[in-house]
Every structure is written in structure tokens, then in C-alpha cells.
T-cell receptor, first 109, second 114 residues
């Protein structure tokens, strides 16, 4: 059974600082997604990573995928308050997404 | 281009009742997936439909069922509701024909079981 683990689960950051969220998964897959969820809202797609070594960047967020290590990272650069949300990684296995527990990110002034 | 539309957005039911949730995918998308989100279990896969056929199923009891119509709209039904079925039910559509293709999620249907 595929397992997906994120860490940390809670992240309190100061504005302007950098940090990384890690996503480890247990079986081979070369399709991984990152989503953002605001309270009471649905999932917003951030990145789709489809191959080993894939790196994608959007604004202050950068995601990467290492399929050999079964690891994806979401790096936050110079955090701002608007990035406060819950971030999920999800691994795709034959059309079924298995999600991590989510990382609750709070950015403080 | 309209996004994924789910109805109803909120509903309250009592134990033992049944509920039907609806999902209209993005135009042209033939794959529809359903997920349940609860504080305790997180996001869990229910099932995926493609061209009116169930292609994949998660580990949920038979009380949870779904179907897809020829216009790709999908419904899911939960019978004999239990308190633990209270959750946000999310529908996702994709233009995937094989196993790749980004999923786009709707706003969800929030079910409360009393």
C-alpha cells in the first residue's frame, strides 16, 4: 500500500525566511502533485511533477522531484503572509491520488 | 472555461438517511474522481470514473457508490449515513485518458450527519 508522509506537519515561519516542506512516498511513482488549500476551500493545484529531476517554480514556491529517493520538496523563499495555508503533496498511482497529511503553514510578520 | 461544479455545497442529514452528491466536470474532461476529506483521516480516494465506467476504487464500504453519465457528469451516493460520514466530498476532473493528466478539484460538498 502506497504511503505518503509529509514533514513538518506544522510550520510557523517569519516573513522573509526560507523553508522546505518534504514529501516522502513508499512505492515507485513518477507523478507527484502539490496542492494548496485555504480554510474551508477546495484544493488549488500548484505543481505537477512528471519525471525524475523535475523542478518547477512559481513565484516564491519551487517544487522538485527525486523519484529514486522517492522524495519531493516544496521550497518557500522569502515567505509572505499570503502563503499561509495547508499544503498537500499527492502521489499518483494508476489514477488514484494518495495524499500526505498536509503541512499547515503560518507566516508571521 | 467553467471549472468543476459540485452541488449541493452544504447539506445536513441525519443518521440512516442517504445522500446524493453531483459533480459536473470541466467541459471535455471524461475522468471524474471523488475524494473524502475529514480531519481525522485526511484526504482519501473514493473512486474514479472514465467514460461511464468505474476505473478505480478506494477502500470504502459498499454504502458508498457512484456513477457517471454519458455527458461525463457524475454522482456519488452514500446510503445509511453514519456520523463518521460527515466530511468534505471533493470531486476532481481530468482530461486524462491513460494515467497522466492534472486533476482539477471542485469546491466540494460539505456533508454534516447528525
Amino acid at each position: 500500500e502506497l504511503k505518503v508522509e509529509q514533514n513538518p506537519l506544522f510550520l510557523s515561519m517569519q516573513e522573509g525566511k526560507n523553508y522546505t516542506i518534504y514529501c516522502n512516498y513508499s512505492t515507485t511513482s513518477d507523478r507527484l502533485y502539490w496542492y494548496r488549500q485555504d480554510p474551508g476551500k477546495s484544493l488549488e493545484s500548484l505543481f505537477v511533477l512528471l519525471s525524475n529531476g523535475a523542478v518547477k517554480q512559481e513565484g516564491r514556491l519551487m517544487a522538485s522531484l527525486d523519484t529514486k529517493a522517492r522524495l519531493s520538496t516544496l521550497h518557500i523563499t522569502a515567505a509572505v503572509h499570503d502563503l499561509s495555508a495547508t499544503y498537500f503533496c499527492a502521489v499518483d498511482s494508476y489514477g488514484k491520488l494518495t495524499f500526505g497529511q498536509g503541512t499547515i503553514l503560518t507566516v508571521h510578520p | 472555461k467553467a471549472g468543476v461544479t459540485q452541488t449541493p455545497r452544504y447539506l445536513i442529514k441525519t443518521r440512516g438517511q442517504q445522500v446524493t452528491l453531483s459533480c459536473s466536470p470541466i467541459s471535455g474532461h471524461r475522468s471524474v474522481s471523488w475524494y473524502q476529506q475529514t480531519p481525522g483521516q485526511g484526504l482519501q480516494f473514493l473512486f474514479e470514473y472514465f467514460s461511464e465506467t468505474q476505473r478505480n476504487k478506494g477502500n470504502f464500504p459498499g454504502r458508498f457508490s457512484g456513477r457517471q453519465f454519458s455527458n461525463s457528469r457524475s454522482e456519488m451516493n452514500v446510503s445509511t449515513l453514519e456520523l463518521g460520514d460527515s466530511a468534505l466530498y471533493l470531486c476532481a476532473s481530468s482530461d486524462r485518458t491513460g494515467w497522466t493528466g492534472e486533476l482539477f478539484f471542485g469546491e466540494g460538498s460539505r456533508l454534516t450527519v447528525l
